[in-house]
């Protein structure tokens, strides 16, 4: 039994721990935080079904003045687990890692982190031999962990030369104010760092893009443009997407009209949060231009880099060297499997 540490409970750590939870060969040992957020809050009044830990010396009044009841210390809980999922904001698991190295646990960090940090920038489909007992991974963003999955699969079935891409991004999560109350679209320069890390970890696929931030909060919407090697039309693209245990295709005529549809068809599932860890495609988007093939997803973007960092535990940890058996696995108890 893989004993693990989740430390950061915000957006991704609260998904990670439930995540670990539901794997019938990981043991959640505990999380830590610092501050007695609305997150903590809920959690107490679920009952506390995890042990929280203070990750920062000195500062347990915090939460127990809050009513939270704290464990112990973040160095307590990093010597009794085998590896700690790092969730904290940018740049703060730079800092975490001499901790970790300290007491000799490997770790995964998000996508927010420096690519230099780790040995191995790591996707669950595309590269997990990469992964297999290294000491520090990091995942890729929400964005990238979507584009590899879909590109991926498509390039195992027909090859993909070259891939143009389009993101229309999400500006904040839900609930986030820091960012102020927007009305406007904001480009960045080509190439966006998707494109990027995607030719990073499927470096024989060329790669650029472009990204838009929009106003609204429920997931991103990426246009991908592909150069094929072989030929597929888009009825072979779509029955070949279906495959995929990590995506939903659906249809934009059944009411999938936009990504808030998406939303609202998690939480009328009654999935915890209203979370999403598949991609989603349009049938309709997908079509042939020229020799290219097009087609458009959804990016659930608080919950999909979830079950790759499940795929990272078990490589990292050795627990399954063969990829293929691994992400099987981290599907199962996650609840998730291609129809038929």
């Given at each position: 039994?893989?004993?693990?540490?989740?430390?950061?409970?915000?957006?991704?750590?609260?998904?990670?721990?439930?995540?670990?939870?539901?794997?019938?060969?990981?043991?959640?040992?505990?999380?830590?935080?610092?501050?007695?957020?609305?997150?903590?809050?809920?959690?107490?009044?679920?009952?506390?079904?995890?042990?929280?830990?203070?990750?920062?010396?000195?500062?347990?009044?915090?939460?127990?003045?809050?009513?939270?009841?704290?464990?112990?210390?973040?160095?307590?809980?990093?010597?009794?687990?085998?590896?700690?999922?790092?969730?904290?904001?940018?740049?703060?698991?730079?800092?975490?890692?001499?901790?970790?190295?300290?007491?000799?646990?490997k770790a995964i960090f998000q996508g927010g982190e420096?690519?230099?940090?780790?040995?191995?920038?790591?996707?669950?489909?595309?590269?997990?031999?990469?992964?297999?007992?290294?000491?520090?991974?990091?995942?890729?963003?929400?964005?990238?962990?979507?584009?590899?999955?879909?590109?991926?699969?498509?390039?195992?079935?027909?090859?993909?030369?070259?891939?143009?891409?389009?993101?229309?991004?999400?500006?904040?999560?839900?609930?986030?104010?820091?960012?102020?109350?927007?009305?406007?679209?904001?480009?960045?320069?080509?190439?966006?760092?998707?494109?990027?890390?995607?030719?990073?970890?499927?470096?024989?696929?060329?790669?650029?893009?472009?990204?838009?931030?929009?106003?609204?909060?429920?997931?991103?919407?990426?246009?991908?443009?592909?150069?094929?090697?072989?030929?597929?039309?888009?009825?072979?693209?779509?029955?070949?997407?279906?495959?995929?245990?990590?995506?939903?295709?659906?249809?934009?005529?059944?009411?999938?009209?936009?990504?808030?549809?998406?939303?609202?068809?998690?939480?009328?599932?009654?999935?915890?949060?209203?979370?999403?860890?598949?991609?989603?495609?349009?049938?309709?988007?997908?079509?042939?231009?020229?020799?290219?093939?097009?087609?458009?997803?959804?990016?659930?973007?608080?919950?999909?880099?979830?079950?790759?960092?499940?795929?990272?535990?078990?490589?990292?940890?050795?627990?399954?060297?063969?990829?293929?058996?691994?992400?099987?696995?981290?599907?199962?108890?996650?609840?998730?499997?291609?129809?038929?």
């Open positions: 039994m893989t004993k693990v540490a989740v430390v950061g409970y915000g957006v991704i750590g609260q998904r990670l721990a439930d995540a670990v939870a539901a794997q019938d060969d990981m043991e959640l040992v505990g999380i830590a935080d610092l501050a007695p957020t609305i997150t903590l809050r809920a959690l107490v009044e679920r009952g506390m079904p995890y042990d929280l830990y203070c990750a920062v010396p000195g500062q347990e009044h915090n939460l127990e003045d809050a009513g939270i009841p704290v464990t112990g210390t973040l160095e307590e809980l990093i010597q009794k687990v085998d590896i700690v999922l790092d969730a904290t904001s940018p740049g703060i698991g730079a800092k975490n890692k001499a901790l970790y190295e300290k007491h000799g646990k420096k690519n230099d940090i780790v040995d191995v920038f790591f996707h669950g489909y595309a590269n997990y031999p990469k992964g297999v007992d290294a000491d520090f991974l990091k995942l890729t963003s929400c964005n990238t962990t979507g584009l590899i999955r879909t590109v991926h699969w498509l390039d195992q079935a027909v090859g993909v030369e070259k891939a143009a891409i389009t993101i229309i991004r999400r500006v904040a999560d839900p609930g986030d104010t820091f960012r102020g109350l927007t009305n406007n679209l904001q480009i960045e320069p080509v190439p966006n760092h998707q494109a990027v890390d995607l030719m990073t970890i499927m470096p024989h696929v060329d790669c650029t893009g472009v990204l838009v931030h929009t106003p609204v909060t429920h997931g991103h919407i990426i246009s991908i443009v592909a150069k094929t090697k072989k030929d597929i039309s888009p009825e072979e693209a779509i029955a070949l997407f279906k495959t995929h245990p990590r995506m939903k295709v659906v249809k934009i005529a059944d009411g999938f009209d936009s990504n808030g549809a998406f939303f609202r068809y998690a939480r009328d599932k009654g999935n915890m949060r209203a979370d999403m860890y598949e991609v989603g495609l349009w049938e309709e988007t997908v079509a042939k231009s020229g020799d290219d093939l097009i087609f458009s997803i959804n990016i659930p973007q608080e919950a999909i880099t979830i079950p790759e960092t499940i795929d990272g535990i078990r490589a990292a940890t050795g627990m399954q060297t063969d990829g293929a058996e691994a992400v099987a696995l981290t599907n199962k108890y996650l609840n998730m499997s291609a129809p038929g």
